[in-house]
């Protein structure tokens, strides 16, 4: 009875020193699942900013069809203005943010709201 006890101890005091020196591969699985999961939301959010601005390109584009000559900074500012009046920031929040003159930002902005205004309009009177 006395060496069952000692080798169940033996046995134990050996499967305990093993057991901190096993690799855990799970917590690999749960680092390589993580790595993925982050670079998965960073795609979406990068897919997401696309999107956003071929909305806006198309918009842009569909109000100044007539003006062919724009150069991609002036594209680029005016998909900037657009964004930004389209989450809510006011005139003067948004010629903070671009550094250009309030009066500058309404003229821009102006083919955008009134289109915005005129669909509204139509669509209560129908």
């Given at each position: 009875m006395e060496w069952?006890?000692?080798?169940?101890?033996?046995?134990?005091?050996v499967?305990?020193?093993?057991?901190?020196?096993?690799?855990?591969?799970?917590s690999k699985i749960e680092d390589q699942l993580e790595h993925l999961s982050i670079s998965f939301m960073?795609?979406?959010?990068?897919v997401k900013n696309q999107v956003r601005n071929m909305e806006l390109d198309a918009e842009i584009?569909?109000?100044e069809a007539s003006n062919q000559n724009r150069t991609s900074s002036h594209q680029k500012l005016l998909r900037e203005i657009l964004d930004l009046h389209k989450r809510g920031y006011s005139t003067e929040g948004i010629a903070f943010e671009t550094k250009l003159e309030?009066?500058?930002v309404e003229r821009l902005?102006?083919?955008?709201t009134e289109s915005i205004a005129d669909r509204k309009k139509v669509a209560n009177d129908a």
């Open positions: 069952t006890l000692a080798l169940l101890l033996g046995t134990a005091i499967l305990l020193v093993l057991s901190f020196f096993k690799e855990d591969k799970s960073q795609e979406l959010h990068n584009a569909a109000q309030e009066y500058e902005l102006a083919p955008y």
